[in-house]
């Protein structure tokens, strides 16, 4: 009876597995008014939702996650930027990321997100993850998996020094009907490959997706069938054409189209890595998707200098014009 209740769950949830599969799902920036109010400005990300959601090749747009400072939001503005998002984004599936200290707080927040509106949800790693123990996180998406009636994204990423939990507890988590994809951003080559091979025996089960914003080529080449990435945000257009050309087997046009792509990435991605939530704001007010650029504090914003080499960038790629 119980796999019975399993394989229905399967196929209800296999539509959107096969619909995410050779597409682009941008991690939406989340903007917010000048300081002291720092309210959702609700303009700007509508705006920024209707250009990606109307690109040949973004196939999902996915709130929350950790480029829309996830960690940083109440629940209830988490709730609302999922409702703008699917406002905004027509018949496009909306996401949600979902990260709890606990498994009991990640089922609530999964149960509030699907209120919100979200076809599914990703789980953002646990700091617990750090214990290296795999019952831990395969435990985590069965409770979460029971709170909920919509799919859910599996999420490599590196916790704690660590490059993520063992490969044997993603193997289990991606046979898990409620799984419908599965997103690689360990940011570890070896890692990578190591999880992809592991994984091969249950390809058909699940949608194999890289978050690696810094080698994309080289995941597609390896088995990614989508980008979910925070990268995403920004030249959707090229972001969408390369992993056509990979797929097509054309690597002479995947490589020209990194090459292009290879001054934006190294700034935005630059020293320190972890202000690109910083670069991507300016660059997007820059192309005028949004007309602020503030980030939640203590994050630090980038200063004059940089912000004229990211102007000198974009406007190489012919990406400062206002839509």
């Given amino acids: 009876m119980l796999m019975f209740a399993y394989r229905m769950l399967y196929d209800e949830f296999r539509e959107l597995k096969d619909r995410i599969a050779g597409g682009i799902i941008p991690a939406t ?56 998002h699917k406002e905004a984004a027509a018949d496009t599936p909306v996401f949600s990321g979902v990260y709890g200290e606990n498994s009991l707080q990640a089922a ?96 058909d089960d699940f949608t194999m997706m890289t978050g690696n914003d810094t080698f994309l080529t080289h995941a597609y080449q390896l088995g990614s069938e989508t980008g979910l990435i925070g990268y995403g945000n920004l030249v959707p257009e090229l972001q969408v054409e390369k992993l056509r050309a ?21 700034h935005v991605f630059g020293e320190p890595q972890g202000r690109y939530r910083a670069r991507t704001k300016v660059a997007l007010e820059m192309q005028g998707i949004f007309e602020h650029d503030t980030l939640l504090p203590p994050q630090q914003q980038i200063g004059m200098e940089e912000r004229q080499e990211l102007r000198e960038i974009l406007a190489d790629l012919g990406e400062l014009d206002p839509l």
Wanted: with cysteine; net charge negative; aromatic share 6%.
């Fill in 29 to 84: 920036a989340t903007p917010w008014t000048p300081e002291p109010e720092y309210d959702l400005a609700e303009a700007d990300l509508r705006r920024l939702v209707e250009y990606l959601t109307g690109i040949d090749g973004i196939v999902a747009v996915i709130a929350n996650a950790h480029t829309g400072e996830c960690k940083l939001l109440s629940r209830e503005m988490k709730q609302e930027v999922i409702r703008v």
């Fill in 108 to 203: 609530e927040m999964a149960r509030e997100a699907q209120e919100a509106g979200a076809d599914a949800v990703m789980l953002l790693p646990l700091d617990t993850y750090a214990n290296q123990d795999p019952r831990t996180p395969v435990e985590h998406f069965e409770r979460v998996a029971d709170a909920v009636d919509i799919p859910l994204i599996n999420f490599q990423f590196p916790t704690w020094g660590s490059s993520g939990i063992p490969i044997s507890a993603h193997v289990e988590i991606c046979e898990h009907p409620s799984v419908i994809a599965f997103k690689e951003a360990s940011f570890d080559p070896v890692r990578y490959e190591e999880t992809v091979r592991a994984l091969d025996h249950a390809r």
């Fill in 246 to 266: 990979v797929r097509n087997d054309d690597m002479v046009r995947a490589k020209e189209i990194r090459e292009t792509m290879l001054p934006l990435t190294n």
